[in-house]
């Protein structure tokens, strides 16, 4: 039995050494402006679902911590590439991993991991 306070993934949060500059890469790449935009957070909402984005701190360092958000994506052929022309730089080409599954990992200009997939058994909420 599922545990009622288990909702499902609702934010992504990426740390980042300078959030101004941030702020604005993931406004470009997303083509969204923050919801929520303070020194300590920018928050973004995105299809339904948030990426924070908080400074760097002597409890936060940008980078990859050994967890990948993956973002749910229509087409990864047309996501790819944009996020790529953004300066995301490729960590994991894409690839099938069965069931028409699609999935690729890049890294920002932050050092954090933005994972990719597309995945047609999960209903598009864009």
Same mark, same amino acid.
């Given at each position: ?28 790449? !997303? $083509?969204?402006? =923050? ?16 990426? /924070? !984005?908080?400074?760097?701190?002597? *409890?936060?360092?940008?980078?990859? $911590?050994?967890?990948? =958000? ?11 590439? *944009? !996020?790529?022309? *953004?300066?995301? &730089? ?11 599954? &699609? ?7 932050? /050092?954090? *991991? ?13």
């Amino acid at each position: 039995m599922k545990p009622s306070a288990f909702l499902g993934l609702r934010t992504a949060i990426y740390v980042a050494p300078d959030l101004e500059r941030a702020k604005a890469w993931y406004a470009e790449l !997303l $083509g969204v402006a =923050p919801y929520f935009d303070e020194p300590f957070y920018v928050g973004f909402n995105v299809g339904g679902f948030e990426l /924070g !984005l908080i400074p760097t701190d002597e *409890h936060n360092a940008a980078g990859a $911590g050994g967890a990948t =958000p993956y973002w749910g994506v229509e087409r990864l052929a047309e996501a790819w590439p *944009h !996020l790529l022309a *953004h300066g995301a &730089q490729a960590v994991s080409a894409p690839q099938d991993v069965g069931g028409d599954i &699609q999935v690729a990992v890049a890294r920002d200009p932050f /050092g954090n *991991h933005i994972g990719l997939i597309e995945n047609p058994h999960f209903p598009n909420t864009a």
